[in-house]
């Protein structure tokens, strides 16, 4: 891609990603909660509450990072984490 | 063209922070204006059905349950459900309606006699804070979500703007008085970062109420079934069990002893609604809860204790559980809501409720007065936002104050009245928006601002010719509904006057 | 009446806070500082004791949000009409 219009392609490729990953991180960690020692209606409460926040931070980790990829590979490591739990045999 | 992403960390969060603000802000403003007002639900409720007797605190609100009760038994008693509201400070009434197979049916006692008052067909308070989450004339769920978006997009925005103005703490006393873009900035932050705790707050808690809508994946995994995710529910919320009637006669047994007996394990907090499921019925149910507002003795959690108790043995047979999460849940809500606030409390958070009015507006108007010296930018566009803001900022005021007006003026025995008097709002919000188009934009600004004024000044002179309530009689009667309500309405008139005549220099 | 009590320490917290910013009182500004943080924690320390906990913090930051507007405008007013 010559480095012109992937300057402003940016913005739109920041924005998609920021919304479907704030919303898979968001969805399996509210998973991977149930995952917790605790009785199963505390630990889904607490996803729940938890939740927005997941959303925000993220959103926000990737406009923070300096380029997509770094934003991609500061993913990287919790949403492996959060499939490993959801779909690991955790839950 | 969408700018690129800027090279330094503080730019990027600057260009979050405009998109996420300016994407819904017209919503936001609607959503925090109309919130505002939900703080004082009950006491518009009073102003907006003057034939209501004054909300006074009773010694013993429970006492109300003897006309209550006897009135059910000779109005419903073939109905499957009653629901007694027992009068209060904001209310003054004691309200009680009751279900079933022949339809539903809804009255309003005296609290002292228990005779019936009649009272005028409105929405009150209730439809401002049924809008400020759900909206009107849309389908729920998706006005709901809606909602949701934008309040993340607000939360977004809050976290951004902070991030982008690392020393905006530093140095936000000194107000610089200019023209045009730096006064407005000035202004936003002012009205952003003063009352950011309370922003911050007041989003988050918006999506917590809504959070089983919103981020239900792990209900749904945990508890796949429904009759689960309502038993789950019913730990926290009072909730009646949807059980059958068992078709035998047994006599109901003595409420006002469940209901002291609910006080007793209160630490003495009085009692707010009492549900009854099939009276005379063996499978009879009993649902207590506890007011809300009594911070000293249950708090500030938003969900109100409750008791479920047989109707026929007294058998106590659900409480309200208290866990870690459940009191969390409780907390964020309670903070929320704010109806463990007196008077003075809720004052305070109409104030800062206020300042996220003035943040939105304050940040859309700093908006368009970057992009009108851009020489680049489309006029076009630049042209319709100005309108629109116009139309929101100063025009959905006005609609809301012509709610009160249509409160006052349609007949008390027209028909589906409550719906016209909504149905007025958005006709008058409708009238602004074409109003906002045709007009130039100054004018359009100090019309609308200066209607606003006129319509706001004009509430306490409509209030004393058309109710026995004006300003005279409210002071005597120390009446703080109308005397509140009279004073801040000549205020806000001034109010808007003064922007109506500042807006010319923008 | 707490709430009153707990406006006014915060009013004057943020008013001696705001002066350390002014001209002229550079000489004092230390002991305003302080004086200021004092004003602030006092209001909140006062409202989490006399009305207990959760209430207490949430209406003492309330309360401190309020203050510190109110002086904000006041700031304003006075620069405005002041001379």
């Known amino acids: 891609m010559p480095a012109k219009v992937r300057f402003h392609l940016e913005p739109l490729l920041r924005t998609l990603f920021a919304i479907l990953s704030a919303f898979l991180l968001t969805r399996w960690s509210s998973i991977a909660v149930l995952a917790l020692p605790w009785a199963p209606e505390q630990a889904v409460l607490t996803g729940m509450l938890l939740a927005f926040a997941v959303f925000a ?3 926000i980790w990737v406009f923070w990072a300096a380029s997509l990829r770094s ?13 490993y739990v959801c779909y690991g045999g955790g839950v | 063209m969408i700018a690129p992403l800027g090279r330094h960390v503080r730019q990027r969060m600057a260009q979050l922070h405009r998109w996420t603000g300016v994407l819904l802000i ?53 109905a499957s459900h009653w629901t007694i509201v ?48 759900q909206l009107h004339y849309l389908p729920v769920l998706t006005a709901r979500y809606l909602v949701g978006i934008a ?76 009759e689960q995710r309502q038993q789950l529910i019913g730990e926290i919320f009072a909730f009646m069990p949807s059980t059958p009637s068992s078709g035998q006669v047994a006599a109901l047994t003595s409420v006002p002893a469940l209901v002291e007996q609910a006080r007793a394990s209160w630490q003495g907090a009085h009692v707010g609604r009492v549900q009854i499921a099939h009276p005379g019925d063996l499978s009879a149910k009993v649902l207590v809860e506890a007011q809300t507002g009594q911070a000293d003795r249950l708090g500030i959690s938003g969900h109100p204790p409750f008791m479920l108790f047989d109707g026929v043995t007294g058998e106590l047979l659900k409480a309200k559980a208290s866990r870690p999460a459940y009191d969390a849940y409780g907390t964020l809500l ?39 010296r851009k020489p680049g930018h489309s006029r076009v566009g630049l042209w319709l936002v100005e309108r629109l803001n116009v139309a929101t900022l100063a025009g959905f005021p ?33 009238g602004m928006g074409i109003h906002a188009l045709l007009r130039p934009l100054q004018s359009g600004w100090r019309e609308q601002l200066g209607l606003a004024g006129l319509l706001l000044l004009g509430l306490p002179v409509l209030n004393l ?41 923008v | 009446m707490v709430h009153l009590l707990v406006l006014t320490l915060s009013v004057a917290g943020f008013h001696v806070l705001a002066m350390t910013t002014g001209q002229g009182a550079w000489r004092h500004r230390p002991v305003l500082y302080r004086l200021g943080w004092c004003l602030l924690w006092g209001a909140l320390i006062v409202a989490s004791v006399l009305w207990g906990g959760g209430l207490g913090v949430t209406l003492g930051v309330g309360y401190l949000s309020a203050g510190a507007g109110l002086v904000f405008m006041g700031r304003i007013v006075v620069k405005r009409y002041g001379r």
């Open chain 2, 86 to 133: 027992l009068p209060g400070e904001r209310s003054g009434l004691l309200d009680v309606s009751w279900r079933g197979a022949e339809g539903r049916g809804q009255a309003y006692l005296h609290p002292d006699t228990g005779e019936g008052v009649q009272v005028r067909d409105t929405r009150g308070g209730e439809f401002f804070y049924r809008f400020h989450f």
């Open chain 1, 57 to 59: 931070a993220t959103v």
């Open chain 1, 71 to 83: 934003a991609c590979m500061g993913l990287l490591l919790p949403t492996l984490l959060l499939i």
């Open chain 2, 334 to 372: 309670g903070l929320h809501l704010g109806r463990f606030a007196d008077w003075p409390g809720r004052w305070l958070y109409a104030l800062l409720g206020a300042a996220g009015c003035g943040m939105l507006a304050t940040g859309m108007l700093l908006w368009t007065s970057k992009r009108r």
């Open chain 2, 465 to 505: 010719l058309t109710t026995d309530r004006g300003f005279p009689a409210s002071l005597a009667a120390g009446d703080g509904v109308f005397i509140g309500f009279d004073l801040l309405s000549v205020l806000l008139a001034l109010l808007m006057f003064r922007c109506a005549r500042r807006r010319r220099g």
């Open chain 2, 151 to 226: 309040a993340m997009m607000m939360l977004l925005a809050l976290i951004s703007g902070v991030l982008t103005h690392k020393k905006i703490l530093r140095d936000f006393f000194t107000f610089r008085w200019g023209k045009g873009q730096r006064s407005w900035l000035d202004a936003h932050n002012g009205f952003s970062v003063l009352a950011l705790p309370f922003h911050l707050m007041i989003t988050y808690t918006g999506l917590v109420t809504l959070m089983t809508l919103y981020v239900p994946w792990g209900m749904d995994k945990a508890f796949p079934e429904q």
């Open chain 2, 26 to 78: 017209w919503l936001l403003f609607v959503i925090f204006l109309t919130g505002t007002l939900s703080f004082f639900r009950q006491e518009l409720t009073q102003w907006m059905q003057p034939e209501r007797p004054q909300g006074r605190e009773l010694a013993q609100p429970e006492a109300a349950l003897e006309h209550a009760l006897p009135y059910l038994w000779q109005h419903a008693s073939a």
């Open chain 2, 398 to 430: 006005v609609a809301v104050v012509a709610l009160f007006w249509l409160n006052r003026l349609l007949p008390v025995e027209m028909t589906a009245r409550a719906q016209w008097e909504i149905h007025g709002l958005f006709l008058v919000w409708l």
